[in-house]
């Protein structure tokens, strides 16, 4: 039987951490300039997310003055 896709982690990291330090911006004033919650950006920030809305994608892009493949990797697959 095949792994339930849902289950497996997922490869997507998030570098926020980075780009943040690199602006001197703090994860409350990133928050005020998107409009999303600083609950909504650390679940982000520590990988914990399981999606985000190209709107907010597009605000946070902006505010950070970077691209989506800025913020975002992948990790490679696993072998199996």
Known sequence: MAPDPA???????????????????????LAARVGVTVVN?????NNRARAIRFSTLTRICEALD???G??????PAPDR
Do not use: G, Q
Request: hydrophobic share 45%.
């Open 7 to 29: 289950e497996e982690p997922h490869r997507v990291v998030c570098h926020l951490d980075a780009l943040l330090a690199e602006r001197e911006m703090t994860l409350t004033d």
């Open 41 to 45: 950006l650390s679940i982000l920030k």
């Open 66 to 68: 970077c691209l989506p």
């Open 70 to 75: 800025d913020l975002f990797t992948v990790t």
